[in-house]
């Protein structure tokens, strides 16, 4: 399929949206309403500082939702003003915060399916509206409720977009595109659906394994099996790294992507020489400000002297989980919940430790004087921050007055 064509055929079309319907300040006021929080709004006044009792809360400077995922959020609420009869439907989660997609389905916006590791789209007819989330929809999806002529609310983060058009360059002029991300990732999974020859590749250790390979060659089948599900249909190691391009999923850690990018150019540069590098290797900036602010708030708060980190967003969110990783690799215990609720009574907490599966901890929280180090992924709403830290507050109350009545 002409990719290009296509997106251009389907942004002319009138059942086609993805600049909302004029009513985007209403919406934004039922935002503000629901999500935002009067606390975190007194943290951010105070240098992002807040202390109580024996508990230093430090939030990050940069954090929770970026204006991709609130354009989004809002575009949802104003579809359902302007289509308050019609069956409105969501391709996959708008974005990745439970509480958000709760709200969606109290206002009856529905979810499609998936059967059998499939969505099912039969379920769409003409007169529905379906809404495309933040991170975007694969030109297949996008292609196949064109032809069902429903209305589409096209909701794709510019960000996400500009990412399209670099793989739509590198297709172009015959580059493989060499996508860091994950290949499971919604994100990832319409991006590649505009590449044509790609590889997903998720992290450096697996960017040098094809480095390795461009320079020294290896075993073919061993290549196919590592990278299994993350290329395109035909790809070939021998014949189809000979160009390549970098895109990359936006909410990847940022330093990896520049050095995944890095990486390749210089493998490039070995390989054919200074004289011949632009025609072996193309690279545009697509790191999204705001996954970028996040983690750099980030990489400032671990330097302050803080006894444990708290990073709220939900257990399927990419930069979420980015921002987690900061803390675990510079050796901070650091916990992520998606929700006050993980916070128990008995000083417990549910929380989801990298690349595990929940667990509880106990005595979470230390005796005494504590720093917290707090924040909070890019679809996740103030009010949810606020919610944990008053948990934390709890938390240490109860502590406290036990404390007293041991000592007592
Ligand atoms: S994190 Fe970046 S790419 Fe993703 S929705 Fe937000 S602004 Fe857009």
């Not at 709004?41 to 430090?58: C, S």
């Not at 069956?87 to 958000?100: A, D, G, K, Q, Y």
């Not at 983060?157 to 493989?176: A, D, F, I, L, M």
């Not at 980030?298 to 939900?314: F, T, Y």
Request: with cysteine.
């Amino acid at each position: 399929m002409d990719t290009k064509a296509f997106k251009r055929t389907l942004q002319q079309s009138d059942h086609y949206h993805r600049k909302g319907f004029g009513q985007t300040e209403e919406a934004m006021g039922m935002m503000n309403t629901e999500y935002q929080s009067s606390l975190i709004q007194e943290i951010r006044q105070n240098n992002y500082r807040l202390q109580r009792g024996n508990v230093t809360i430090l939030l990050a400077e940069a954090f929770g939702f970026c204006w991709g995922v609130e354009r989004a959020v809002a575009m949802a609420y104003e579809t359902r003003k302007h289509f308050p009869q019609e069956r409105i439907w969501i391709t996959n989660e708008l974005i990745h915060h439970p509480s958000v997609n709760q709200r969606l389905q109290e206002m009856d916006v529905k979810f499609i399916e998936v059967i059998n590791g499939k969505k099912d789209f039969s379920v769409v007819e003409e007169k529905d509206v379906v809404i495309l989330p933040a991170f975007g929809a694969s030109v297949q999806e996008m292609s196949l409720l064109n032809d069902k002529s429903c209305t589409i609310v096209d909701t794709t983060c510019p960000w996400v977009s500009k990412v399209w058009n670099s793989v739509e360059k590198h297709k172009k002029r015959n580059y493989t595109s060499i996508i860091h991300g994950k290949y499971r990732h919604e994100e990832t999974v319409a991006t590649s659906s505009f590449a044509g020859t790609y590889l997903i590749v998720l992290n450096l250790e697996q960017a040098n394994y094809v480095c390795n390979y461009i320079i020294n060659g290896g075993n073919k089948e061993e290549f196919l099996a590592k990278f299994k599900n993350a290329y395109s249909e035909g790809f070939n190691p021998d014949t189809d790294l000979e160009k390549v391009g970098i895109a990359n999923q936006t909410t990847m850690l940022k330093s990896e992507t520049e050095q995944i990018g890095k990486l390749f150019e210089k493998t490039m540069l070995n390989k054919y020489g200074p004289a011949t590098l632009n025609e072996h290797f193309m690279s545009f900036n697509t790191i999204c400000d705001a996954t970028q602010e996040r983690q750099d708030a980030m990489l400032e708060l671990v330097n302050e002297k803080i006894d444990l980190m708290v990073v709220i967003g939900g257990f399927n969110s990419s930069n979420t989980t980015h921002l987690q990783e900061i803390p675990v690799y510079q050796g901070i215990t650091s916990y992520h919940i998606d929700h006050g609720n993980r916070i128990k009574a008995n000083n417990c907490i549910e929380h989801k430790p990298l690349g595990k599966e929940l667990e509880i901890k106990e005595n979470w929280l230390p005796d005494g004087q504590i720093v917290v180090g707090v924040t909070s992924g890019a679809s996740t709403p103030d009010i949810i921050v606020e919610a944990v830290i008053e948990k934390i507050f709890e938390t240490k109350n109860l502590g406290f007055s036990q404390e007293l009545i041991k000592s007592s």
